[in-house]
């Protein structure tokens, strides 16, 4: 008789797929460095501007996309583990989400085209759309690989599409680079899925895969997950998106040092991080216990790596720049050591909000990250120069998000302890 695995059988499961899934993430953290190295030695700065705002909207874009990612997992891991998976195949969800996402981008060109790329190359929206159609179903994949618990398929969707990324950026770069080019290049990861579903199985299997709850049940969640997740991107990856929209365009044309700082001292902690929500979230939904202490162990975590890191920051960042981008991109060593702080900030916000979303708080979830979207646009109307503004918002508004996750995650706590103790007393 089969039965299901037990919490340390669970937990070394978990453990073995954190370590694979982080391996593919710290890959995509050394290729976007690469990438955005290649854009400053082949681009001119004006240029290179353009083209780091085109890859912050295309990465935003994908950053609201894995809340897909992330309802996926929840889904599939509680239908695992209740057997109960009445909802709807995978691929249907795949297809729904991509027309969906695509048309949305599609119809709101006019408002953003000239705000962040000021009147850039028409192509590029051509290329966002399409890249977003595709990164649609890369995510129900990753997503429904990671609540099934097959971490290595999902580390290698993950991986496939950082690669075939990297590959088409150096065969432009060869032939040589543009703008238009390098965007092009970077979106055709989003397609990668295409290629693993031919030639894996359980790629192929995880579309066949249904969900725990009925379609509308599902969107409702899902719409709930991408608010959330849309308000973390903008914060996490897409931050130049409204740094452009706030800044004359003449002096905006320089920000590219800023920039890739900005990055730089952000991609170390906050990539892997977010790679690694899909195994927090499918962990917890199983154990459902001891979640307050693992939140605890791991801020402490983050605090003293964000600590760690702006130390080192300060020592060696503004070599390290100029090592990385030129002599061009020089930026001051207070600056990245603030940066790298609010680094810290943002990763103590996305991993309250995978608590909040293990919990099906989904209200709460979406909560914290508007409000801290809606305080980093407020911050950035702050006077001061770019850099200055930059590190204000950057550094202010995680933390007014993180106080509404806590606020919410310990009123969960005291409410089960209500109903655990009205049933004690029953």
Known sequence: MSSAPGPATRSRRDAVGASSVAAASLWSALVTYVVMSVAAWALPQDRATILLTFLALLFAV????????LETTRAVAAADRDGDASGPQLWRVAAVVSLCAAVAVLALTPLWREGVLHGGDGTLVVTLVAAVGGYGVHSVVVGAAAGRGWWSQAAVVISGEVT????????????????????VASALGAFAWLLLVVASGRVRCTLTLRTDAPAMSMARRMAAALVAQGSSAVLVVGFPILLASTTDRVEYAAAAPLLLAISLTRAPVLLPLNALQGVAVSHLVRAGTGLGRLLVRLLALVAAVAVAGAGAAWLIGPWLMQLLFGQDYAVDAMVLALLTLAAGGTAALTLTGACAQALTAHSWYVAGWVVALVACVLLLQAPGSMAARSCLALGLAPLVGLVVHVTGLMTIRRSARADRSELADA
């Open 62 to 69: 994908y950053g609201v996309l894995s809340g897909v990612a």
């Open 164 to 183: 075939l990324r990297l590959v088409a950026t150096l065969g432009v770069v060869l032939v040589g680079a543009t703008v238009t080019s390098m965007g």
